[in-house]
C-alpha cells in the first residue's frame, strides 16, 4: 500500500537503531512505485547515518491494479505506480545498479522470474557475489538453473506456507500478475513471438513512445472523460500534503455566521444564538439567526416569482453556473473540510469526502442536465413536427440533514437548480453553518439570491411552513423515515397542485457473510462500515450476519481490530472515529447501549481515551451478538453493530428476515462463491447491493445512492434518473400540414 511507505520508512529507522551489530533487517522495495529510487536513496542515508547493511528485496511489485483503482477513488493528482510495464522494468535496473554499487549499504536480493532483468542484474554485479536472486517455488526452475550454473548466483527459493483457503486468494494473484500479456512469463511462451521483442531494452521501449504515461489508463482527473472532471482528492498519508491543509485550514474563518439568506439579502444579525462544535473543548464555532415567519413568508414569494426566469434560462447556462460552484468548491477543499470538522464532527478523511462529493454531485447534475433538457423531436406521421422537452416544477423545498450537512445539502440544491427549479434551502439545525457557506459560494458561481434561499430554523417553524404551502411544487428531503411520513401526509393534506416528493431515509442495513469468505477482509470492511463518520451514515452497517462456522473467529479477529480504533477529537488526523452530533443523539444511544448490555452478549468495546475534549458527545463503538435481526425495533443511527449468526441452510431466510424489516437501503455480501452472491442479490430488496467491499461511500454517477421500502421514493441520488424527478415533461404536437398541404411530402422525388 502506497500510502503507508511514509510510516513504515519512519518505523524501520527507529528499530535500525535498536538492531545495531545485525545486518538480518530489511525490507522489499517495489520497483512499480515511483518513489523506489528515491526510497533506495534514503536507505543508503540511513545506512551511512547507523552504520549498518540492509537487506533490500528488490520486486517489480505486487497488487500494482489496487494502487491505480485507489488512486482513482481518492482523485489523485497521479498515480504512485508507473503505468507502463517498461518504466517498472527501467525502474527495476535503475534501483539494481544503485543497490549494486554501495554494498557497504546492502545486501541485494532480487527477486525476478524475468531472464532479461536476470541478465542486466549479473552484468551490473561483473564478478561480484554478495547478492542473491529469488524465485516463487514452482517457477523458473529452468531460468536459474541456468544462470546459476553459468555464474555461479545464489537463489533463494520461497513458498507461501498456510491452508487452501488462505492461500487461493495470494496464488490467484500471482497467476493474475504472470499471466497479464506483458509479463516476461507469459511472453516467453509465444513461440511465435521475435527473441529481439523479448530481450528489447525498457528504456528503449520507453523512448519509442509519444506520451511516457499510457493512454489507455486515465489519469484520476480524467476517470469520467469529457463529461466531466473527477473532484480533486488530496493524499492524506503525505505529511507534505497534510501540513499544506493544516495550513489552509488554519486561515479558515474560526466563527461563522448563518442566517436567513432571502432574496439575496442576509437576515437576522441582531437575534444570532451561539452555535457549538460537538466535538468538546473551546466549541463556539458561530452564531445562527433562526427564520421567523416573515422570513418564510418573503422567501416563499421570491422563490414564486424567480422561477420563470431560471426556468426560462436554459440548461445549458444553468449548468455552467453549477460547473462554476464545483470549481469555487474545489478551490476551496480545505477551508470546508474545517467548517465539517468544526461543526459536524468530521473526521479528515470524511470531511474530505464529503467536500469531494459535493463536487462531484453538482458536475454529475450539471451534466445531465445539458444531456437530458434539450428539447427533442419525437418520429410520427408526415406533416405534423412532435418535440418533448423537460422543465422546471416550480419552487422546491430542500431539507437536508446533519450527517452529511454539505454533500446532500448541495447535491438537492443543484439537482433542483439544473431542472429549473427555484429553491429554498432549510438546512439540519445542527449544522446551518456549512450550509451558508455554500449558498454563498452558489451566489458567488452566478446563482440568483431569489432562485436560491436559506431558512435555517426548526423543522417545526420551517420545514411545515414550506411544505403546507401549495406554492411549493416539490420537496426533496434526507432524513428519519418517520420525518418523511409526515412530510407526506402534509402534502397529500394541503389544497392545490398534488406535489412530488423525493425522499432517502434510513436502513436496517445487513451484511451477510458466508464461511468462504476472507476474514481479514471481512473484518477491515466491517470496521469501515459500521463505525466510520460514529456510525452516523444512512447506508452504515447495523447487522453484522455471520455463518455459524466461522463466526467465532471472525468476532475474535473483530474484537481485536475494535481495539485499535481511536476515538477522539476529529481536528486531530490520528482520529478514527469522532463524535456523535449532539447530546440528545448521546443520550439515546447511551440507552440502546444499556439496553443490550442487559438482553445481548457483548463482543467488544473500544476504549474511550482519557483525554477528550472536555463537553464533546463522544461514545465508545459497541459490538453485541444478538439472536435475531427481528430483535432490533428500529434504526440505530451511532457506533453500534449487532451481530447474527445463521446456518448455511437458512441462507433465504436470512434474507427474508432482513427483508422483513421494511427498509431496503443498503446490503453487504462477503462470499467467495458466485452462486451465494446470486441467491442473495435475486432474492433481496436493496437499493444498494455491495459484494466483497464495505458498504458506505458511494461514488456520483458510479455507484447511484438510495433504498426502497422504508428507505426512499428513489429515484437514486448521483444516478441518471436524479435531476429528471425534478422536472415536468412537456410534448408538443404541431400540425405542419394544416397551412396549405405538406410541401415537403410533395417536394419529394421519386428513386
Known amino acids: 500500500e502506497a500510502d503507508r511507505l511514509d510510516l513504515q520508512l519512519d518505523v524501520m529507522a527507529v528499530v535500525a537503531e535498536s538492531l545495531a551489530g545485525w545486518d538480518g533487517f530489511g525490507l522489499a522495495v517495489q520497483a512499480y512505485q515511483k518513489r523506489a529510487p528515491a526510497v533506495v536513496d534514503w536507505l543508503a542515508a540511513e545506512s551511512a547515518r547507523t552504520g549498518r547493511r540492509w537487506m533490500v528485496r528488490l520486486v ?3 497488487y500494482w491494479d489496487t494502487e491505480i483503482k485507489r488512486a482513482q477513488e481518492r482523485g489523485l493528482e497521479g498515480y ?3 503505468t507502463r510495464k517498461a518504466a517498472t522494468d527501467a525502474c527495476y535496473m535503475a534501483c539494481a545498479k544503485a543497490l549494486l554499487a554501495n554494498p557497504k549499504a546492502f545486501y541485494p536480493q532480487f527477486a525476478t522470474h524475468n531472464a532479461l532483468t536476470i541478465a542486466h542484474v549479473l552484468e551490473l554485479a561483473e564478478t561480484r557475489r554478495d547478492f542473491e ?7 523458473g526452475e529452468a531460468l536459474y538453473r541456468d544462470a546459476i550454473a553459468a555464474h555461479k548466483a545464489a537463489c533463494r527459493v520461497y513458498a507461501p506456507v498456510g491452508s487452501h483457503e488462505d492461500l487461493l486468494p495470494y496464488l490467484v ?5 504472470n499471466g497479464a500479456n506483458s509479463s516476461f512469463v507469459n511472453r516467453i511462451a509465444d513461440e511465435a513471438l521475435p527473441i529481439a521483442d523479448l530481450v528489447e531494452n525498457p528504456v528503449a521501449r520507453l523512448r519509442g513512445k509519444k506520451r511516457v504515461p499510457n493512454p489507455r489508463i486515465a ?3 480524467d476517470l469520467f472523460g469529457a463529461e466531466r472532471a473527477n473532484s480533486r482528492g488530496y493524499d492524506l498519508s503525505d505529511p507534505a500534503v497534510v501540513d499544506r491543509i493544516a495550513e489552509a485550514m488554519a486561515r479558515a474563518p474560526l466563527v461563522e455566521r448563518a442566517g436567513p439568506l432571502v432574496a439575496g439579502e442576509e437576515r437576522g444579525r441582531d437575534r444570532a444564538r451561539e452555535a457549538t462544535s460537538p466535538n468538546g473543548g473551546p466549541c463556539t464555532v458561530g452564531f445562527v439567526a433562526d427564520s421567523t415567519e416573515a422570513d418564510v413568508a418573503d422567501a416563499l414569494a421570491a422563490a414564486a416569482g424567480a422561477f420563470r426566469a431560471w426556468d426560462a434560462l436554459g440548461a445549458e447556462r444553468r449548468a455552467a453556473m453549477l460547473g462554476r460552484f464545483a470549481d469555487l468548491l474545489e478551490a476551496r477543499i480545505p477551508e470546508f473540510m474545517h467548517r465539517c470538522i468544526a461543526e459536524a464532527g468530521k473526521t479528515w478523511p470524511d470531511a474530505q469526502g464529503e467536500v469531494r ?12 442536465a445539458r444531456e437530458g433538457f434539450a428539447e427533442r423531436v419525437l418520429p410520427g406521421p408526415t406533416g405534423e413536427r412532435n418535440t418533448w422537452r423537460l422543465a422546471g416544477r416550480g419552487v422546491f423545498a430542500a431539507i437536508s440533514p446533519w450527517n452529511f450537512p454539505l454533500a446532500i ?10 431542472a429549473g427549479n427555484s429553491v429554498i434551502a432549510k438546512p439540519a439545525e445542527q449544522t446551518p453553518l456549512v450550509a451558508a457557506a455554500a449558498v454563498r459560494l452558489f451566489h458567488e458561481a452566478g446563482v440568483p439570491g431569489d432562485v436560491l434561499q436559506l431558512l435555517p ?6 420545514g411545515a411552513r414550506l411544505v403546507s404551502d401549495p406554492r411549493v411544487a416539490g420537496v426533496v428531503f434526507t432524513g428519519g423515515t418517520e420525518t418523511a411520513r409526515a412530510i407526506q401526509r402534509a402534502l397529500a393534506a394541503r389544497p392545490g397542485p398534488i406535489a412530488t416528493l423525493i425522499a432517502e431515509t434510513g436502513g436496517q442495513n445487513a451484511m451477510i457473510v458466508d464461511s468462504s469468505a476472507l476474514p481479514e477482509q471481512v473484518v477491515g470492511d466491517v470496521l469501515l462500515s459500521a463505525f466510520n463518520s460514529a456510525g452516523q451514515r444512512c447506508s452504515a452497517l447495523r447487522v453484522l450476519c455471520l455463518q455459524d462456522d466461522i463466526a467465532e473467529r471472525t468476532l475474535k479477529m473483530l474484537a481485536g481490530a475494535m481495539q485499535e480504533l481511536r476515538v477522539g477529537d476529529p481536528a486531530l488526523l490520528e482520529t478514527d472515529i469522532g463524535p456523535v452530533i449532539d447530546a440528545e443523539a448521546l443520550k439515546l444511544l447511551e440507552a440502546h447501549i444499556a439496553k443490550m448490555k442487559r438482553a445481548a452478549r457483548l463482543v467488544a468495546a473500544v476504549p474511550l481515551p482519557k483525554d477528550l475534549p472536555p463537553g464533546g458527545h463522544y461514545l465508545a463503538p459497541h459490538a453485541f451478538e444478538i439472536g435475531s435481526i427481528g430483535a432490533l425495533e428500529r434504526e440505530v443511527f451511532g457506533p453500534v453493530l449487532h451481530v447474527v449468526r445463521f446456518s448455511a441452510a437458512k441462507l433465504e431466510a436470512l434474507v427474508d428476515a432482513i427483508d422483513a424489516t421494511g427498509y431496503g437501503l443498503t446490503l453487504g455480501v462477503h462470499s467467495r462463491l458466485d452462486s451465494t452472491v446470486e441467491r442473495v442479490r435475486a432474492r433481496a430488496h436493496a437499493g444498494n447491493v455491495y459484494v466483497n467491499r464495505g458498504m458506505i461511500g458511494a461514488v456520483v454517477g458510479v455507484q447511484p445512492f438510495g433504498g426502497e421500502g422504508l428507505s426512499g421514493t428513489g429515484p437514486k441520488a448521483g444516478g441518471p434518473l436524479y435531476v429528471a424527478r425534478f422536472a415536468v415533461e412537456r410534448a408538443v404536437s404541431v400540425n405542419t400540414a394544416a397551412a396549405g398541404g405538406n410541401a415537403a411530402l410533395m417536394a419529394l422525388g421519386e428513386e
Not at 494473484?173 to 500478475?177: D, Y
Not at 430554523?457 to 420551517?462: C, H, P, R, T
Request: proline share 4%; no cysteine.
Open 357 to 368: 462529493e459535493a463536487i462531484d454531485l453538482a458536475r454529475y447534475y450539471a451534466a445531465r
Open 60 to 62: 517489480k511489485g505486487a
Open 80 to 82: 504512485p505506480v508507473y
Open 133 to 139: 536472486f529469488q524465485r516463487l517455488h514452482g517457477m
Open 219 to 221: 489519469s484520476p482527473r
Open 457 to 462: 430554523g426548526s423543522g417545526e417553524a420551517v
Open 173 to 177: 494473484r500471482r497467476l493474475l500478475e
Open 409 to 418: 445539502f448541495a447535491g438537492q440544491i443543484a439537482a433542483a437548480l439544473a
